[in-house]
């Protein structure tokens, strides 16, 4: 009598703790799921809002170099060039980072 007690409080104990991982399971792929969401919205950011706007610092610095100007306006639209380029190539490469890690996300987990 006495080992069916401890059979059936062993088996209790067990599903409590199956039970316990389960959710804890369920809410690791809920914070999976809201990472995902969160890793394409900053793709969506970074490849609508602030590669538009890099292209048009890049457009109006082209526009810069076709008027006339004094040296040292061209040699500031020529800074303004490169740091334009430079986020340029820092974006591509977040939103390649970005995008690996969706990658790996999707395949691993969801």
Same mark, same amino acid.
């Given at each position: 009598m006495e080992t069916d007690v401890q059979g059936i409080s062993e088996k209790v104990r067990l599903t409590k703790e199956l039970l316990d991982v389960k959710k804890e399971l369920e809410k690791l792929k809920k914070h999976q799921k809201e990472y995902k969401?969160?890793?394409?919205?900053?793709?969506? *950011?970074?490849?609508?809002?602030? &590669? @538009?706007?890099?292209?048009? *610092?890049?457009?109006?610095?082209?526009?810069?170099? &076709?008027?006339?100007? @004094?040296?040292?306006?061209?040699?500031?639209?020529?800074? *303004?060039?490169?740091?334009?380029q430079s986020l340029s190539v820092f974006t591509v490469e977040l939103s390649a980072y970005i995008d690996k890690k969706t990658r790996i996300l999707k395949d691993r987990f969801l």
């Open positions: 969401t969160w890793l394409e919205e900053m793709s969506f *950011i970074i490849s609508h809002k602030v &590669r @538009s706007s890099i292209a048009h *610092i890049q457009g109006i610095s082209g526009l810069l170099n &076709r008027v006339k100007l @004094s040296a040292s306006s061209k040699i500031l639209v020529q800074f *303004i060039k490169r740091a334009a």
